[in-house]
């Protein structure tokens, strides 16, 4: 009696989804730490940017409590982009890989890392468009996410730190001076305390883990020409983290931005996360497997976060 042989194709079973779940749990995606996630079946995601009330006056007794109203003065619709990519395996190609050299078996996953790779080239605009003012770049107040001339109620403001200082302990501290200063849409100060992400090319990564990772204040060749102090580092491991993203394309460019996601603006808006479809090509005898995923970032406030272009002193 003839042996009947049969096959089970990772890629082409129920059970792949499944399996890319685990791989995008295992993979630390700098995606999923750079913005909070906003799922959505709708076409698109509207951005409303809020003011805030005015300091609240004295009210003398027995009179009137004042009212004002609340008001979202900007606002602007991100559209989700569809990112996929599809790979075909004719069944005489699989048959053999199964039993010489396991590799179609990492289709799935290769296909998933491409899909994931797209959502991190798109989250990395983040900082590689910061300035841009191109219509999908910019916020709901008509400028671009780092700028110096944010509209609020007494004309405009910056998230733009002065000189655009190259990264450095003094630097840090003068982000987090410029977050605790930095104007509500009343003109009010914000009070961002921390604790903080900076995000950093990996061009800077080493000199961002040697800013933040001191005990002390002053590291030679992290502030040029200052031996290392007794002072403690107030913008160290417990108030800050360093985020590095391989696709920021700018080598001196870096921003530092507040973690709580209220206190930022950033936002990734997807009407579908990496996923699946597999399907039987008879006309050639293969089976054909796609993934998927539908983003675009957006960005509802542009407070939270202060930007330098690294170009200067």
């Given amino acids: 009696m003839a042996r009947t042989e ?12 499944e ?4 791989y995008n749990k295992q993979a630390d995606w700098m995606w999923k730490k750079m913005a909070p996630v906003i799922t959505t079946q709708e076409a698109y995601w509207r951005a409303l ?8 006056p004295s009210v003398g007794q027995s009179q009137p409590l004042p009212m004002e109203d609340f008001e979202t003065p900007y606002f602007k619709d991100f559209y989700p982009v569809k990112r996929a990519l599809t790979s075909g395996i004719s069944t005489e190609v699989e048959m053999s890989d199964r039993a010489l050299y396991k590799i179609v078996a990492q289709t799935g996953k290769m296909l998933n890392i491409s899909v994931n790779k ?42 733009i730190l002065t000189s655009n200082p190259v990264l450095s302990q003094a630097a840090l501290e003068t982000a987090r001076t410029a977050l605790i200063a930095q104007l509500s849409h009343k003109g009010d100060p914000m009070m961002f305390t921390g604790p903080f992400d900076l ?3 990996p061009a800077l990564i080493s000199i961002a883990d040697r800013a933040v990772g001191a005990a002390t204040y002053g590291i030679a060749g992290v502030n040029t020409g200052t031996a290392a102090g007794n002072d403690p580092n107030v913008m160290g491991t417990s108030r800050v983290r360093v985020m590095c993203n391989p696709w920021f394309t700018n080598t001196t460019a870096w921003y530092l ?15 579908r996360l990496p996923s699946t479809k597999v399907w039987d090509d008879e006309r050639t005898d293969s089976v054909i497997t796609g993934v998927t995923g539908i983003i675009c970032r957006a960005v509802r406030d542009w407070r939270g976060l202060v930007y330098s272009s690294g170009a200067g002193s």
């Fill in 199 to 201: 995000f950093v090319p």
């Fill in 257 to 271: 931005r507040c973690r709580n996601e209220e206190d930022h603006g950033l936002r990734l808006i997807t009407r």
């Fill in 6 to 17: 049969t096959y089970n194709l990772l890629i082409a079973h129920s059970g792949l989804d």
């Fill in 19 to 22: 399996t890319i779940a685990l």
């Fill in 118 to 159: 797209a959502f991190e080239v798109e989250a990395s605009a983040f900082m590689n468009l910061a300035t841009a003012t191109d219509t999908a770049s910019v916020g709901p107040d008509g400028v671009a996410l780092a700028s110096a001339s944010h509209p609020y109620v007494n004309g405009t403001t910056t998230n």
């Fill in 49 to 56: 940017q809020y003011s805030d009330f005015s300091i609240a």
